[in-house]
């Protein structure tokens, strides 16, 4: 059986867009799903592959691994279903089933999903020996849990850790980040602490009424180590002080806003730079987006203004309308992944065993759009990793740049 661990999946992803599922035999034409809460792999999800004319091709579960996978014809869809408990408080709101669809899949495409641990798993208590040479509070953060306390042993409550656990460790004066097996009991003693650099973040080429935001991440497979937070930039440079970490990369978020209320997210991903961080507010814009309109049988919009996108980015948050449908957990939040094919995309109908999940005229319908862009590998290096983070500016590939283009508020959970 195919094994590995969410932050193998997200190194890989984060660099190439591609993921070795760990299986010799090549598979040209399959496609391979691969579900997971944090390291746990998510067992019993519902899968659905279908060609492009919707027909059902195979409807399926992940087995114990969190696997799925069918043979597809190119241009074919893929959605995953996933659906969960109502709350033990009746007091408690559920939460709304899930829906991911991708379209225009192709063969040997590796299609990953992961979500956070739920509360409900069991949390587990590690403990972290840390250089003697700590100053003052001593911080370790994981993708799985934190702690702080004093030299030489921090305690930390994690909940499903991967097998090699990557950490930021972090006292008064300086940092260091390690990636270290799982244990109960982690040695990090014999690292170093280094003291942060001074850097800014600025913007260069800003049109005039446009406002210019940006932010200076650290990560590593997917997990963000360091976040500088959101700094306006247009008109004066932002002074940021930057950790500096070894086996890193940098990415760097701008969010290009005009009086229109028309967004360019520009992310760009690349190894760590010690040096400023400058942002052009004018290169690898693509069309912006205006009055979006949905249906049950698509969506469409406008675009005023030149580019040339990749990909439509969708989500729908649905309420559920007309007679006889489940209560009360009758919400639902569809997120979409398509090739760019103009200023429409027709939505994939589900077949009858998932039908609830197809939107209909007496539903209530929250909509959001946007265009993608990616300089290095188009549509075929985001497709697999759209939803492997929560955030679309951490699918980015390395050396790349993603525009996402959008109007009000961006699509996304």
């Not at 399926?60 to 696997?67: P, Q, V």
Request: proline letters at 8%; hydrophobic letters at 35%; aromatic letters at 6%.
């Amino acid at each position: 059986m195919r094994t590995s661990t969410l932050l193998g999946i997200l190194s890989l992803s984060a660099c190439s867009g591609v993921i070795d599922m760990g299986d010799d035999t090549p598979h040209p034409t399959a496609v391979d799903v691969q579900i997971s809460d944090g390291a746990i792999p998510a067992a019993g999800i519902h899968v659905i592959f279908q060609a492009a004319d919707d027909s059902v091709l195979e409807d399926t579960m992940t087995d114990t691994a969190g696997y799925a996978n069918a043979e597809m014809p190119n241009g074919g869809n893929v959605s995953i279903i996933r659906t969960y408990p109502l709350p033990m408080d009746p007091q408690e709101p559920p939460t709304p089933a899930e829906v991911y669809t991708y379209l225009g899949v192709k063969g040997g495409d590796h299609i990953v999903l992961s979500r956070a641990p739920a509360d409900t798993v069991t949390p587990a208590a590690i403990n972290v020996m840390v250089p003697d040479t700590a100053q003052g509070t001593v911080r370790v953060d994981t993708p799985c849990g934190s702690g702080e306390g004093q030299a030489p042993i921090v305690a930390l409550t994690v909940r499903s850790c991967p097998a090699t656990v990557p950490m930021y460790v972090a006292d008064n004066d300086g940092s260091f980040f390690v990636q270290m097996p799982y244990s109960v009991n982690i040695d990090v003693s014999t690292q170093g602490f280094t003291g942060s650099l001074s850097s800014s973040l600025s913007a260069v080429n800003v049109q005039p009424n446009t406002s210019v935001r940006a932010e200076r991440r650290l990560e590593a497979g997917g997990w963000v180590v360091f976040n500088s937070g959101t700094q306006q930039i247009e008109t004066t440079p932002a002074n940021i002080d930057v950790p500096q970490l070894e086996g890193v990369d940098q990415v760097v978020v701008a969010s290009i806003s005009d009086q229109a209320n028309h967004t360019q997210m520009v992310a760009t991903r690349t190894g760590f730079e010690s040096g400023p961080a400058v942002v052009d507010a004018t290169a690898n814009l693509i069309a912006s987006i205006s009055s979006p309109d949905f249906s049950p049988t698509g969506v469409t919009w406008l675009e005023d203004s030149p580019g040339a996108p990749d990909a439509v980015y969708v989500t729908l948050a649905v309420t559920r309308g007309g007679d006889g449908m489940p209560n009360p957990n009758n919400k639902y939040v569809h997120s979409i992944i398509a090739p760019y094919n103009g200023t429409s995309m027709r939505m994939p109908m589900l077949p009858d065993i998932a039908i609830i999940y197809n939107t209909s005229p007496a539903d209530t319908v929250d909509g959001r759009v946007g265009l993608v862009k990616i300089t290095n590998g188009g549509y075929d290096a985001l497709r697999g990793n759209a939803f492997a983070t929560t955030d679309l500016a951490d699918a980015t590939p390395l050396n790349s740049q993603l525009t996402l283009s959008y109007t009000g508020n961006p699509p996304g959970l």
